[in-house]
């Protein structure tokens, strides 16, 4: 059974930097497509960056530029660096995982996943 464990939020300044991770257990990274979703209150859930088996990546428009996705096969950990935080990125951040191969537009994509993460809240202030 995959296991998603989101850490690594919290309130920062606009300007600032994050490092989000998603601890990974009952699969390996490698071997599945994965993203990180954010959604703030009232909105639906975005897909800002993901993954595939075969390390294409896709970013969000609003993102790019900003957010970096990456992962530590040795240790079965999926990031996602956000610098220049802006006031809009301030929601909660999620992780998901799918096994099948997926590529843009579908791997950023929240009807694509089947396991996802509890979530950490990032917070951004002026």
């Known amino acids: 059974q995959v296991h998603l464990v989101e850490s690594g939020g919290g309130s920062v300044q606009a300007g600032g930097s994050l490092r989000l991770s998603c601890a990974a257990s009952?699969?390996?990274?490698?071997?599945?497509?994965k993203a990180w979703f954010r959604q703030a209150p009232g909105k639906e859930r975005e897909g800002v960056a993901g993954i595939n088996m075969m390390n294409i990546s896709a970013y969000g428009d609003s993102v790019k530029g900003r957010f970096t996705i990456s992962q530590d096969n040795d240790k079965n950990l999926l990031y996602l660096e956000i610098d220049n935080l802006k006031l809009e990125d301030s929601a909660m951040h999620y992780c998901a995982a799918e096994p099948r191969l997926l590529f843009a537009p579908d791997l950023l994509l929240p009807e694509s996943y089947d396991s996802w993460g509890q979530g950490t809240q990032v917070t951004v202030s002026s």
């Open positions: 009952g699969y390996s990274v490698d071997r599945y497509s």
